[in-house]
């Protein structure tokens, strides 16, 4: 579909203008503008600017009026897994008990082509809901889950990386690999789709348990012949699972050396959780500029730990967001950010809210080393952005207009706010999500039938 030549939008705005290396960076570089325009062209951000300044050279009569709503850079999921929406909830296990009562079952399905589309669509279907415009995701041992869920991302423009899941050993049969076949496949779908539009494709071994060594090795094959692809997999999540760690590659000085020394930390390597680093670990990140994804409410449900926001400002590592669907138990970066609070309170961090929606936009961006292309308003980003409607609630209501500034009013809607409050979606400088249709628009790939 060809763009209009130019892309008018007139609300109040937030976003963070450049990146923070400590919390007071973020409060310095925020910009909030009670009134303003944004132009977009050819899904490219042109300019935002203050409606005072600009009234005096727009037609009118071409601007879409949004006031009332507040436009902020669409969210980054820097953690989240597609196969595992259909089993969000799963009741009264932690980490490794969990993996083999619900998620191996649930994710054995996607062998099946047509399940694997189905459950892709439904599955971008809830992240525009929720403001979410590109994510790092999981797919399953199965080619056929990357296709589809690349294939629907494209008929939308959307910035998504993805991987199939590698993984030999200490799992069902039926969802292990030889490591030449996983190299192989691998190989074909980075082939297929990495830098394909707005896709990118990431390596994805799923946690060191389900690698042998030999498996490890291919996947630094693929890193030394693709060395722009990205490195997605899991991080010192739950004790039990780092003493396995531990027991299972005891030549190697703990969790993280076992990646190390296969030489997949460094840029674009994103490690899930963390909740449990001892200090060389912390500062083997730092050194290879590796990356953190903090999934608040899968930790807190799971009951693994409570990540280290203060320390990961100290250690200089660079870290997003994710909500970690189906263990985090909601698609909302909203409601997220809202768990992220709590976490940080329980261990004496004040999360702001101008830094928790700094981590959902411009630092995930950051973290995934996308932060030249997307997580603010700054000229030539791409216009991938959500539209909130701060007051859906009488509850909202009463907290909107008795907050005294937008930094109280973030806030509330953070740890009041859902699903509800996402107005529109836009990705790639076109609407493709709004609320009240319950579907996306611009013609989104859709499900032919939601899974019963």
């Known amino acids: 579909m060809p763009y209009a030549s130019e892309t008018l939008l007139r609300a109040s705005f937030f976003d963070i203008t450049a990146l ?53 850079p669409g969210f980054i999921d820097t953690h989240i897994h597609y196969p595992q929406t259909e089993m969000i909830g799963a009741f009264g296990e932690q980490l490794l008990e969990w993996l ?5 079952p649930v994710e054995s399905q996607y ?15 809830q992240l525009l809901a929720n403001g979410t415009t590109s994510a790092l995701v999981f797919g399953t041992v199965h080619p056929q889950s990357v296709d589809a869920l690349f294939s629907a991302a494209e008929k939308l423009d959307m910035r998504l990386i993805a991987g199939k899941v590698m993984m ?41 348990p389900t690698s042998s060594p030999e498996l490890l090795e291919k996947v630094r094959q693929l890193r030394e012949a693709f060395p722009d692809t990205w490195l997605h997999t899991h991080l010192s ?24 020394q296969h030489q997949l930390t460094g840029k674009r390597s994103v490690f899930a959780h963390c909740l449990h680093l001892e200090d060389r670990e ?12 903090f999934c608040p409410t899968s930790n807190l449900f799971l009951g693994s730990g409570l990540f280290n926001i203060k320390r990961c400002w100290q250690q200089g590592v660079r870290m997003g967001v994710g909500t970690d669907v189906g263990a985090g138990t909601t698609f909302s970066m909203l409601q997220t950010l809202g768990e992220a609070y709590k976490v ?49 609630s009488p509850l909202q209501k009463l907290r909107s207009v008795n ?7 973030l806030f509330v809607m953070m740890t009041l706010g859902d699903d509800r409050n996402i107005y529109q979606t836009w990705v790639s400088g076109r609407p493709v999500w709004q609320q009240g249709t319950h579907q996306p628009v611009e013609g989104c790939c859709q499900p032919s039938k939601l899974p019963g």
Request: net charge negative; aromatic share 10%; charged share 25%.
């Open 344 to 392: 940080g309170q329980l261990q004496q961090y004040k999360l702001s809210a101008c830094e928790a929606f700094y981590h959902a936009t411009l630092g995930g961006a950051h973290a995934l080393d996308l932060d030249d292309k997307i997580g603010n308003f700054n000229a030539g980003k791409e216009a991938d952005f959500v539209v909130l409607d701060p007051a859906v």
């Open 20 to 72: 923070a290396t400590q919390p007071d960076d973020i409060l310095a570089n925020a910009r909030y503008l009670e009134d303003g325009l944004l132009t977009l062209r050819e899904g490219k951000v042109v300019t935002l600017e203050s409606w005072e300044i600009a009234e005096g050279r727009v037609d009118v009569t071409q601007v879409i009026d949004l006031r009332g709503k507040l436009i902020v």
């Open 282 to 293: 912390w500062q083997c990140l730092h050194d290879t500029d590796s990356s953190i994804a």
């Open 111 to 125: 062998h099946c082509p047509n399940h694997a589309e189905q459950m892709s669509a439904f599955f971008l279907q």
């Open 237 to 260: 999540e739950n004790q039990q699972e780092i003493a396995w760690v531990k027991a299972l590659f005891p030549e190697h000085d703990g969790y993280l050396d076992v990646y190390h």
């Open 403 to 409: 907050s005294k500034d937008i930094w109280e009013r």
């Open 168 to 208: 030999d050993r200490n799992a069902p049969d039926y969802l292990t690999e030889t490591p030449e076949e996983s190299y192989q496949q691998t190989k074909a779908l980075i082939e297929r789709w990495h830098h394909r539009g707005r896709l990118s494709y990431a390596l994805t071994p799923r946690f060191a």
């Open 100 to 104: 083999n009562q619900y998620t191996f």
